[in-house]
């Protein structure tokens, strides 16, 4: 247990030093107005969770546009191949929002689903953290719950991991 702690205690400097940073490290806001985004994410491989499926990959890929300071509109195109469910297109759109530069955000998805036999309008809501290894090139941890509007057994959380490019 006090490993545990010690662990998230580390886990939560590094994420603070890490956001501190980047903020101190640029001469100009990170996400400002007019910047363009491209970027893809991986779940799966018990990342995430379904009530209907013992295994899960999601694929996704993403564009967006900083309309103002802090606030991006989101495009995104994903796959997700599951057992014991068909697999299934997503088409989405959503907005993010950031914390100051620190590079964590949150965001929410408006997303349609679609496979052989069924369609499904899927809201999501995910916090993140875009991490920049470079001043364009970020890795993107990010938290989600999916929730489906046809059945709850569609219905899920997880953990993707992803890469951005802001440019």
């Not at 967006?64 to 997700?80: F, H, R, T």
């Not at 953290?129 to 990010?142: D, H, M, R």
């Amino acid at each position: 247990m006090i490993m545990k702690k010690l662990m998230m205690a580390a886990i939560a400097l590094m994420m603070a030093i890490g956001a501190q940073a980047q903020y101190l490290n640029d001469s100009e806001k990170v996400f400002s107005q007019g910047k363009f985004y491209v970027g893809a994410s991986a779940s799966g491989a018990s990342l995430s969770y379904h009530k209907g499926s013992d295994w899960n990959l999601n694929l996704q890929a993403k564009a967006g546009y900083l309309i103002a300071d802090d606030w991006m509109v989101v495009g995104q195109l994903g796959y997700d191949a599951q057992t014991d469910m068909p697999d299934v297109v997503q088409l989405g759109a959503g907005l993010r929002y950031y914390f100051e530069s620190c590079g964590l955000y949150a965001g929410a998805t408006a997303k349609y689903a679609k496979c052989d036999d069924f369609s499904d309008f899927r809201p999501e809501l995910s916090v993140g953290y875009a991490y920049f290894l470079t001043g364009k090139l970020t890795v993107e941890p990010e938290v989600y719950y999916e929730h489906s509007t046809k059945d709850s057994n569609y219905s899920g959380f997880g953990v993707r991991i992803g890469f951005g490019l802001y440019f």
